[in-house]
Nanobody, 128 residues
Framework: VQLVESGGGLVQAGGSLRLSCAAP????????VGWFRQAPGKEREGVSC?????????RYADSVKGRFTISMDNAKTTVYLQMNSLKPEDTAVYYC?????????????????????WGQGTQVTVSS
């Protein structure tokens, strides 16, 4: 599975960016798509995830709740991460990742080791 992220860039604090994640030739039906980020010197952390397989199919890290919104297009081929009210501490390389959906999830997965395939990442830099 090849994942392609786009939409990163440089933005001032308080600004917005929208990241996209697509997998050429793949539908995200029956997958969970997650967004992660890794800042310099820090571990990779889960930001948000989405699955179309359940009504409550989104989850957010506490640090981004109310500011970031994850969504999936109707064709289920692209996942977006709308990031508003960006802060300097949001600066990181953002990665999307996928794992096959598992009906036994209690909570939607947001740990790195729960995902199987990863994109190359896109840089997001928020200036103060």
């Amino acid at each position: 599975v090849q994942l392609v992220e786009s939409g990163g860039g440089l933005v001032q604090a308080g600004g917005s960016l929208r990241l996209s994640c697509a997998a050429p030739g793949l539908s995200f039906v029956d997958y969970v798509v997650g967004w992660f980020r890794q800042a310099p010197g820090k571990e990779r952390e889960g930001v948000s995830c989405i699955s179309s397989n359940r009504p409550d199919g989104t989850r957010y890290a506490d640090s981004v709740k109310g500011r970031f919104t994850i969504s999936m297009d109707n064709a289920k081929t692209t996942v977006y991460l709308q990031m508003n009210s960006l802060k300097p501490e949001d600066t990181a390389v953002y990665y999307c990742a996928v794992v096959g959906y598992y009906s036994g999830y209690v909570d939607m997965p947001l740990r790195e080791n729960e995902y199987d395939f990863w994109g190359q990442g896109t840089q997001v830099t928020v200036s103060s």
